[in-house]
């Protein structure tokens, strides 16, 4: 086995597979680097044998392949050509893992002391897939866990307040695997990144109140935190330093401030602050934002918030440095 091959070069976009095809081109692979496993109708793992850090990843097919500069699993590409060994865990749309099929192979990795022959386990998942991946984290105790917009769970009984996903109520969110901060209390750390400014979101985010567990706040990302991450080339070094047993909040603080230099970014708050209505902090984003980018639409913006203080009666403070002309 060549442990730096890098399977995203493995799987060619411009060849157009189908959904069936293209599984079958990674359980191809996945045969070929270690085993592919078929987990009843709507879920599958694919693991990838290399050195003794495991990346354990949970993620849609459809996520996957909306993904369209590759079309793999992110698992992969975030392990690139490094040695790390890696595990996918696919659901074929939004399941939460909630299947008997899922349990017991987990089951089955912790009676083989699967997780065992790892120095290094990190566990990672956003949204429905973050769920997954706090809830079985328990089966590797001393994981680091990094979760992005995770829910703690569906049960109505506990998340009733959440109307997004009522199709799902009626799975089972009791039983094995089932509350996912519950699942966390083995983790070496946990750390949540999550958008305060979704109800839902911050609501769920407050679940996870265990000791072991880092909360950060994505403000201004709507529900995007993994693109956007993933767009700043941030999400591969956060999980680097996970895997290093480095990671801590003042990693992911400092990373974040990259967000200052990614437009995306910067659009999505102003649109923000001016739904809902503070021209004030409106007028200090488009003038920060204008001492590094020369955009027509801040440069508008900026005049139109200032006009609006203005009539308010207000002012914005003196500047330091002049705007770009």
């Known amino acids: 086995m060549v442990a730096t091959v890098d399977l995203c070069r493995l799987v060619d976009p411009a060849e157009g597979l189908d959904r069936q095809e293209w599984l079958e081109r990674i359980e191809d692979i996945a045969e070929d680097h270690g085993h592919f496993e078929p987990l009843g109708p709507d879920h599958s793992a694919a693991f990838i044998g290399r050195g003794r850090t495991l ?13 369209t500069s590759l079309d793999v699993p992110l698992g992969w590409q975030l392990i690139g050509g490094t040695d790390w060994s890696q595990l996918c865990l696919m659901s074929e749309g939004e399941t939460w893992f909630r299947h008997i099929a899922v349990y017991m192979y987990f089951d089955r990795l912790v009676d083989e002391g699967f997780f065992d022959e ?50 799902m109520r009626r799975a089972d ?41 880092t909360r950060i706040r994505c403000p201004f990302m709507n529900g995007q935190i993994e693109t956007f991450l993933r767009r700043m080339e941030l999400l591969g070094p956060l999980i680097r330093r996970a895997a290093e047993g480095r990671l801590d909040a003042r990693d992911i603080h400092r990373a974040l401030r990259a967000r200052r230099e990614y437009l995306p970014y910067l659009r999505q708050m102003l649109r923000q602050l001016e739904t809902e209505g503070r021209p004030y902090l409106a007028a200090l984003m488009c003038r920060a934002a ?22 308010r009666g ?10 770009r002309a």
Request: proline fraction near 7%; aromatic fraction near 12%.
């Open 118 to 167: 790892y120095d290094r386990v990190v566990f990672y998942g956003a949204e429905s897939c973050g769920y997954a991946a706090a809830a079985f984290s328990v089966a590797a105790p001393g994981a680091c866990v990094l979760l992005l917009s995770p829910q703690a769970t569906l049960d109505p009984r506990d998340a009733g307040w959440d109307e997004r996903f009522v199709h």
């Open 290 to 311: 204008l001492g590094r980018f020369n955009i027509p639409r801040f440069r508008q913006a900026l005049a139109a918030n200032r006009a609006e203080l203005e009539r």
């Open 314 to 323: 207000r002012r914005l403070p003196a500047r330091h440095r002049p705007e």
């Open 173 to 213: 969110f009791t039983s094995r695997y089932g509350y996912a901060p519950d699942m966390l209390d083995a983790a070496a750390h946990a750390f949540v990144l999550y958008d305060p400014d979704l109800p839902e979101e911050a609501m769920h985010a407050a679940l996870f109140r265990r000791r072991n567990v």
């Open 55 to 67: 990346l354990v990843t949970f993620e849609t097919i459809d996520s996957i392949r909306a993904r």
